[in-house]
């Protein structure tokens, strides 16, 4: 990889990082207004957090992980934990959606829907797809 290509992942995994880490701060200290045009912006903000984090992080999954590797064993076992956990939890009214709480819900349950959405796309990709080189780099 060439120096420039390196400079400009660190600069896009630190702005990603940044991002969401910003986001959950102004969450965790409800600094969010609860009006329609706030409500927007919050929702196109979360939702911009997280699919930065997803995709970075399955990129860093597919590209550093081995095929076979105790590590992203764990990281799959975790990430379908998560699936039953978030929905049981929402279940039995254990989410409150009041305003304090909603930012970090409605992030943990994106990452919870996109975490299905992927783990189907690993199955397709490792089971069902075409087995070329082109399905296999990143």
Same mark, same amino acid.
């Given at each position: 990889?060439? %120096? *420039?290509? %390196?400079?400009?992942?660190?600069? =896009?995994?630190?702005?990603v990082a940044a991002n969401a880490i910003i986001f959950l701060f102004?969450?965790?200290?409800? #600094?969010?207004? +609860?009006?329609? @045009?706030? $409500? &927007?912006? $919050? +929702?196109?903000?979360? @939702?911009?957090? #997280?699919? /930065?984090?997803?995709?970075?992080?399955?990129? =860093?999954?597919? %590209?550093?992980?081995?095929? %076979? /590797?105790? =590590?992203? /064993? !764990?990281? !799959?076992?975790?990430?379908?934990?998560?699936?039953? &956990?978030?929905l049981t939890l929402g279940y039995m009214n254990k989410l409150s959606?009041d305003l304090a709480t909603l930012p970090f819900i409605d992030f943990?349950? @994106?990452?919870?829907?996109? /975490? =299905?959405?992927?783990?189907?796309?690993?199955?397709? @990709? *490792?089971? $069902?797809? +075409? *087995?070329?080189?082109?399905?296999?780099?990143?």
């Amino acid at each position: 990889m060439t %120096k *420039n290509k %390196k400079i400009i992942q660190q600069v =896009l995994g630190t702005l990603v990082a940044a991002n969401a880490i910003i986001f959950l701060f102004l969450a965790y200290l409800q #600094v969010f207004s +609860d009006t329609p @045009r706030a $409500i &927007v912006f $919050i +929702d196109f903000w979360g @939702r911009l957090c #997280v699919y /930065s984090l997803w995709f970075t992080g399955y990129a =860093l999954y597919r %590209k550093y992980l081995p095929q %076979k /590797s105790i =590590l992203k /064993s !764990i990281i !799959i076992f975790i990430v379908c934990l998560n699936i039953p &956990v978030f929905l049981t939890l929402g279940y039995m009214n254990k989410l409150s959606p009041d305003l304090a709480t909603l930012p970090f819900i409605d992030f943990w349950g @994106r990452l919870t829907v996109y /975490s =299905l959405w992927f783990m189907a796309y690993e199955f397709y @990709r *490792n089971y $069902i797809g +075409d *087995n070329t080189n082109e399905t296999k780099t990143v």
